[in-house]
């Protein structure tokens, strides 16, 4: 891969109404402004040479990527290192109760029942990195979430990631270069295995 266009999927139904935790496979599609996003998503790409379509196991990334690659005879893959974090308790749950957790909790602890912590989410993200730096096709378009998403495009400009992160776009494209997420799989990679974030979590 010589080039990755990164993208979060489009408005889902999960996004609604300050939005559920929706970590579990397949999860819900795209409303009607998603599907609307993910059509200005292929206009904006239309220029653009795509080799290989890339989605997570989220039926609404799946959604998007068909939207932005519609009309194009282009191969799609699934790449679940690439998923949502998994929520633990909170997954179809608001996600304001999952952030008053997370927000409050160190990098490296595990969110109750199953979930995961930032750390490990981080390590997995780096994983789907190198997967998608190996392949053999040059331009690459992945749609995937907003944290991951927030991660990587953090990391390729030298930032380890914060306890609260920026919001990351429905449905606009990210471009970065191979090097960009060599840099961005080796910071995460990195920061995995000794978490700090870069401003501490709230107290209380």
């Given at each position: 891969m010589k080039k990755l266009l990164l993208a979060r999927h489009g408005f889902a139904i999960?996004?609604?109404?300050a939005g559920t935790a929706s970590s579990s496979p397949p999860g819900e599609g795209?409303?009607?402004?998603?599907?609307?996003?993910?059509?200005?998503?292929?206009?904006?790409?239309?220029?653009e040479r795509i080799d290989l379509g890339v989605s997570t196991e989220l039926q609404r990334t799946r959604?998007?990527?068909?939207?932005?690659?519609?009309?194009?005879?282009?191969?799609?893959?699934?790449?679940?290192?690439l998923n949502e974090i998994q929520f633990g308790r909170y997954d179809g749950g608001p996600l304001d109760a999952y952030r008053g957790w997370a927000w409050t909790e160190?990098?490296?602890?595990?969110?109750?029942?199953?979930?995961?912590?930032?750390?490990?989410a981080a390590a997995r993200f780096a994983r789907g990195l190198r997967l998608l730096l190996a392949r053999p096709e040059q331009v690459v378009l992945a749609v995937g979430h907003a944290l991951p998403l927030r991660y990587v495009i953090d990391a390729a400009d030298g930032r380890v990631p914060a306890a609260r992160m920026a919001p990351v776009q429905h449905a606009v494209a990210h471009r970065l270069s191979a090097g960009d997420v060599e840099r961005a799989a080796a910071?995460?990679?990195s920061w995995s295995s000794e978490p700090r974030f870069r401003d501490p979590p709230n107290e209380g």
């Open positions: 999960s996004n609604r109404d795209l409303t009607s402004e998603g599907v609307e996003q993910g059509r200005r998503l292929a206009e904006a790409l239309a220029g959604e998007t990527l068909e939207l932005a690659l519609a009309g194009r005879e282009v191969p799609q893959i699934v790449v679940p290192e160190l990098p490296d602890v595990r969110a109750p029942a199953g979930g995961e912590s930032r750390a490990d910071l995460l990679e």
